[in-house]
């Protein structure tokens, strides 16, 4: 199996527009989870989805953003409109029953 | 909710040492795991052990839940083990990881 892939590996947008990352979970993995990290506040778990649906989207910091799974291989963590704040670094991460998470390289988004 | 104490929070080894890294925590756990930030900052699974030992290569960990900790053992570090090692722990029903704030280790040639 290839792993977590996450695209695009680095993304530069200007505030205000619409920031779209991807995910493709390890292939039979039943987990799904959307996290953030920065200097300032480490990790931060977003959301995680079982079996394609949302569970625990409670570290969503706001409106502008939200995630869909639509099936089981893919993932989606959208930002409109985006803001210098929500600069980081977006990983996924997938696992079978929670355990044993795999993680993606990451998606490094600046926002200017 | 549980917390997760990591120790020591910096380390600096010369190539060839061993070190001993420790995770406490508060409450009962039915997931540990260990993970590695590289300085590339990809991070990888080193260990689900919610209990008992295992060993992969060089590295080794012990976890006692009875006593709520956890110890990660490097043998003979290289630099490639350079790095923020992480512990993360989450019990009953919720698959929400709670994460310690990492050892930051740097292994110097």
């Known amino acids: 199996d290839a792993g977590v892939i996450q695209s695009p590996r680095h993304e530069v947008t200007e505030m205000g527009q619409e920031v779209t990352l991807r995910c493709k979970p390890i292939?039979?993995?039943?987990?799904l989870f959307w996290y953030r990290q920065t200097m300032m506040r480490g990790l931060e778990l977003l959301i995680y989805?079982?079996?394609?649906?949302?569970?625990?989207d409670s570290g969503m910091p706001e409106d502008r953003f939200s995630a869909k799974m639509p099936n089981a291989s893919f993932s989606t963590l959208k930002i409109q409109p985006s803001e210098p704040r929500d600069s980081a670094v977006y990983f996924c991460?997938?696992?079978?029953?929670?355990?044993?998470?795999?993680f993606g390289s990451g998606t490094r988004l600046t926002v200017v | 909710g549980i917390q997760v104490e990591q120790s020591p929070p910096d380390l600096i080894l010369q190539e060839g040492a061993n070190s001993t890294l420790r995770c406490n925590f508060s409450?009962?756990?039915?997931?540990l795991q260990w993970f590695h930030q590289n300085p590339w900052g990809q991070l990888i699974n080193l260990f689900y052990?919610?209990?008992?030992?295992k060993q992969n290569g060089r590295l080794s960990a012990t976890t006692v839940a009875t006593e709520r900790y956890s110890l990660l053992y490097i043998s003979s570090s290289q630099t490639t083990d350079s790095g923020v090692y992480f512990c993360?722990?989450?019990?009953?029903?919720?698959?929400?990881?709670?994460w310690g704030l990492g050892t930051s280790l740097a292994v110097n040639p």
């Open positions: 409450d009962s756990v039915n997931n």
């Open positions: 052990i919610p209990s008992g030992t």
């Open positions: 993360a722990v989450n019990a009953g029903n919720n698959r929400k990881l709670i």
């Open positions: 292939s039979g993995h039943d987990y």
């Open positions: 989805f079982n079996n394609n649906v949302p569970i625990d």
């Open positions: 991460a997938s696992s079978w029953e929670g355990y044993g998470y795999t």
